[in-house]
């Protein structure tokens, strides 16, 4: 599915609400993760963490309604995203959450390398698996072929 279905989806979820007894409300959305419900102005949003390998499903996550009736960002008085943005770090168990707090201790240039490090090997991991796979694709030809 795409982004705009989902996101058409999860406004119509929340069609039925009565949204007269407040002034400004943000708008009901989907963060790529969860649909939001539409929020009174200056509250907070409150759903369970995602039912994901390596979250807790029984902790909570917040969005923030700023003042003005949008979705808040990573920091006061960010508006880029219009469906704002969400702390997840919350919900992911607490080994989880040290091994983050290890990789961004230094800084986001060090978390970085250490990440395209990651990637590298993975990149080699792949190619070895490849090249081990197609050797054996041929030595199994040359078996059967001279058996």
């Known amino acids: ?3 705009s279905i989902i996101l058409q989806a999860c406004v ?10 407040h002034d400004r409300w943000c708008n009901a959305t989907w ?10 102005a200056g509250e907070s949003a409150q759903l369970p963490c995602p039912p994901h ?28 995203l219009p469906q704002g943005w969400t702390n ?15 990789l961004y201790k230094r800084s ?10 990651a ?6 991991e792949m190619v070895g698996l490849s090249l081990s796979l197609t050797s054996l694709c041929i030595s199994l030809a040359i078996f059967f072929y001279f058996r």
């Open 1 to 3: 599915m795409t982004y």
């Open 12 to 21: 119509d979820s929340y069609r039925h609400r009565n949204l007269s007894a």
């Open 31 to 40: 963060d790529m993760v969860l649909c939001w419900p539409p929020t009174p």
């Open 53 to 80: 390998r390596g979250v807790d499903p029984s902790k909570y996550v917040y969005k923030h309604c700023d003042a003005s009736g949008r979705w808040a960002g990573k920091s006061p008085g960010d508006f880029t």
């Open 88 to 102: 997840y770090t919350v919900c992911f168990y607490e080994e989880i959450q040290k091994l983050m707090n290890d």
């Open 108 to 117: 986001e240039e060090d978390a970085q390398s250490k990440l395209d490090i």
């Open 119 to 124: 990637h590298g090997t993975r990149i080699m």
